[in-house]
């Protein structure tokens, strides 16, 4: 199967601070990434998205980042905020339309 | 945004018998539906994926006359978990994809505990 994984299993932040997760893909033809966000006992919820035409995408205190060359996905959060401790997953898509979901990494907030 | 449902949010059986779960898009219709287990602090992994009016297609090493599925329609999927054992205890959450191929949408998730 595919390998989605995650350099950092877990992340503390300072409250205000900016958080960075890490990921890396596999599969060099994978057309979309997603990012979601996951809280305790809750579905993912969707954060934000890329496809691979692009490099960079930004929404609302969300960056995401797309290195097809060493096939790495970053997600920035800015202004950390407490309400932003969960665990957050990447997924690839494949051309079969199959999704692949990291390990996740799991971000602490810190007051 | 797209809304999906799961029913129930959680579930006590014992084992030996058999659970329901469903999975409805509330505000489209879901052409695709997904189908994941989650155990504690791991990843999503792909059960199986459900097309309207056709079989599902199972990952490997997921038994498919022990994990039914259905999608009788294009708002409603369900899982059936027959003759559970205590360690089908998990987190299962469904998706459920839109008219455009990369969507997908979850569900809230369903916590199931066999007893």
């Known amino acids: 199967g595919e390998s989605v994984g995650l350099h950092l299993p877990t992340l503390s932040v300072q409250e205000g601070d900016n958080s960075i997760i890490n990921c890396a893909y596999s599969?060099?033809?994978?057309?979309?990434f997603i990012w979601y966000k996951q809280e305790s006992g809750k579905g993912p919820q969707f954060i934000i998205d890329?496809?691979?035409?692009?490099d960079k995408r930004q929404g609302q205190r969300v960056t995401v980042l797309l290195n097809k060359t060493v096939k790495h996905l970053s997600l920035q959060i800015a202004a950390t905020q407490p309400g932003d401790s969960a665990v957050y997953f990447c997924?690839?898509?494949?051309?079969?339309?199959?999704?692949?979901f990291g390990t996740g990494t799991s971000l602490t907030v810190i007051p | 945004g797209a809304v999906v449902s799961q029913h129930p949010s959680r579930v006590i059986c014992k084992s030996g018998t058999s659970v329901k779960i469903e999975c409805r898009s509330l505000?489209?219709?879901?052409?695709?539906m997904f189908w994941y287990r989650q155990f504690p602090k791991q990843s999503l992994m792909l059960m199986a994926t459900s097309n309207e009016g056709s079989k599902a297609t199972y990952e490997q090493g997921v038994e498919k006359d022990k994990f039914l599925i259905n999608h009788a329609s294009l708002t409603l999927s369900t899982l059936t978990v027959t003759s559970a054992h205590p360690e089908d205890s998990s987190f299962y959450i469904c998706?459920?994809?839109?008219?455009?191929?990369?969507?997908?949408?979850f569900g809230p998730g369903t916590r199931l505990t066999v007893t």
């Open positions: 997924a690839e898509r494949d051309p079969g339309n199959q999704f692949y």
């Open positions: 505000d489209f219709q879901a052409t695709t």
């Open positions: 599969n060099s033809a994978s057309d979309y």
């Open positions: 890329i496809r691979s035409n692009m």
């Open positions: 998706s459920a994809g839109g008219s455009l191929s990369y969507e997908q949408y």
